[in-house]
């Protein structure tokens, strides 16, 4: 089930449609640029205990604009790396950050605290909103 919610978020990050043409960022001194580790995850401001294998998940931001989510899973016995999604990414200014992958632009604001940084999506289901946060730490 945190699967579930985990890659929903993701997707609500990836799929969600907004766009921006402000690719002339310096990236080379960007606080995203690095090697992230799925650190916790929130539901309504509750922690839910993320398994081993959801740890796994890295996400790497280069300084050339390029971008890496490795996805793991154990749904049928031993965690193994599930998959792999690439694209670029940006900085539009005031910590938002607009990525492009799976032929989407979207644009996430990202809350940095010293070394993670957060995001926070709001879902409407069967007039229920519930509000994820993700929180992913510097390796």
Known sequence: ?????LLLCVSVFILTSCSSDDDNEDL???????????????????????TDCEKQET????????FTITFYD???GPCEEDFVLSGTWSNSGNNLYTIEALGQTISQELVFEGDT???????????????YREVYIRN
């Open 28 to 50: 080379s001194q960007d606080q995203l640029i690095g090697t992230w580790t799925y650190f916790q995850s929130f539901e309504d401001g509750v922690e839910i205990i993320l």
């Open 74 to 76: 154990d749904f049928d």
């Open 117 to 131: 940084y957060s995001v926070t999506e709001t879902d409407t289901d069967g007039g229920e909103t519930i509000v």
């Open 1 to 5: 089930m945190k699967k579930i919610i």
């Open 59 to 66: 996400q790497e931001f280069s300084s050339n604009g390029d």
